[in-house]
């Protein structure tokens, strides 16, 4: 069993900083990419940041030059800090990890989500 948990959301006021932080525990042999996703109301979820293991990063367009991605891999640990927040930023952020059970076994898993309101 692998449980992500994800912690950091909260209420900002636009132009503001959150910190997401996301732990892998469990039965664990690798993590491939961990990245983070975001769902708004009736909207798709959809990726914000994704990290490979060796450091490669992705970002969506629209948070670009505001949010950095950042991994442990010893720690099994996935970050995201979010500056100038804006107020479409809001939304659920939530947290995904590849995960080798073992090796040739790949899963992907998914954490609660954490709630991020960014006020104008």
């Known amino acids: 069993q692998v449980q992500l948990v994800e912690s950091g959301g909260g209420l900002v006021r636009a132009g503001g900083s959150l910190r997401l932080s996301c732990a892998a525990s469990g039965r664990i042999f690798s993590i491939n990419a961990m990245g983070w996703y975001r769902q708004a109301p009736g909207k798709q979820r959809e990726l914000v940041a994704a990290?490979?293991?060796?450091?490669?990063?992705n970002y969506a367009e629209p948070v670009k030059g505001r949010f950095t991605i950042s991994r442990a891999n010893a720690k099994n640990t996935v970050n995201l800090q979010m500056n100038s927040l804006k107020p479409e930023d809001t939304a659920v952020y939530y947290c995904n990890a590849q995960v080798v059970l073992t090796p040739g076994h790949l899963y992907d898993y998914w954490g609660q989500g954490t709630q991020v309101t960014v006020s104008s």
């Open positions: 990290i490979t293991s060796g450091g490669s990063t």
